[in-house]
Structure formats: C-alpha cells, structure tokens
C-alpha cells in the first residue's frame, strides 16, 4: 500500500480514511468556491457557485454527523486529488482573459470536482453499506444526490449558453 495508508488494514479503516479524505475535499471546496463566484461572469452561473456553496457547507456538516455516527473524529486527511483538481482549475483560469471562455473554464473545473465528490460518495455509501451502517450510508446519499444535481445544472447551463457563447 501506499505511504500513507499504513493505518489502513480493515475495511472500516478504509472506509474512514476515505470519509476523512472527502472531509478534506468538501473544506478545500468551500474555500474555493467564493473565487470562483467572484471570476464568473454568467449571472445564473454565479447563482448556481453560490448555492452550490451552501450545499457544500451542509455536506461538511452532514460527514461530521457520520464521523459522529461512526464513533471516530472528525478529521481530515490531504486529498492531493482535490488539491490536484483545483490547482488545475485556478491555473487554467489564471490564463483566460475572455469572460465567455472563462466561464466555460470555470464550468469544467467545477464539474471535474463533481465528479471527483461522486465517485467518492458512491463508494462511501457502498462501504458503509457493507459494514452495515445503512444510517451512515443514508447521511450520505444526501451529499451525493446534491453532487449529482449540481453536476447536471453545470451541463444544463454549459450546453445551453455558456459553451455557445464561448465558442463566438
């Protein structure tokens, strides 16, 4: 295994090294997001960074419940995927000068966060499952169902405007 998973020897090991890794994802998030609000120039995208923000601040509270639930601390573990996606996406946007194209940017930098949250999600809620924690498994469906719909609004919104606008 690798350098930092030598605590991990049992499934419920696991399981809580990854809670703790999307505890870190969900943090690092939330730190990120009012930047992004502020670079976006698509005023339903700046609403949907927005709200998204508040769902982000429920999905840190809602891990903390199955931390809570679980019986162990809630803290967190680096996630160098998160920090990886979103030095990508502030590079990136760093370099874009163009509003419309920025935009476009910005939509596939938060998708790629989606989409990391959801594979994340979709594997804790199989874990907790097979460790026989339905009530944690519940908890967090509600952040991957939030993670689906965000993931979706993003596409809506992209294909419906900002990527035609971009390609202008």
């Known amino acids: 295994m690798g350098l930092f998973s030598k605590d991990i020897k049992t499934m419920d090991d696991l399981f809580v090294h990854t809670l703790r890794d999307i505890y870190y994802a969900e943090k690092k998030i939330a730190k990120s997001l009012p930047t992004?609000?502020?670079?976006?120039?698509?005023?339903?995208?700046?609403?949907?960074?927005?709200?998204?923000?508040?769902?982000?601040?429920?999905?840190?509270?809602?891990?903390?419940?199955?931390?809570?639930?679980?019986?162990?601390?809630?803290?967190?573990?680096?996630?160098?995927?998160?920090?990886?996606?979103?030095?990508?996406?502030?590079?990136?946007?760093?370099?874009?000068?163009d509003k419309q194209v920025l935009d476009a940017a910005l939509i596939a930098a938060a998708q790629a966060v989606e989409h990391y949250e959801m594979t994340r999600y979709g594997t804790l809620i199989a874990w907790a499952k097979l460790l026989g924690r339905p009530d944690c498994a519940s908890v967090l469906a509600r952040n991957l169902e939030e993670e689906k719909n965000a993931d979706a609004k993003l596409t809506k919104l992209a294909e419906a405007r900002v990527n035609l606008q971009a390609a202008e």
């Open 36 to 97: 992004m609000i502020e670079k976006a120039s698509d005023p339903q995208l700046k609403a949907d960074f927005q709200k998204h923000l508040s769902e982000t601040e429920g999905h840190i509270l809602r891990v903390e419940e199955v931390f809570k639930m679980h019986g162990v601390a809630a803290k967190a573990v680096t996630c160098p995927a998160i920090d990886g996606i979103i030095d990508e996406a502030e590079e990136v946007s760093g370099e874009i000068a």
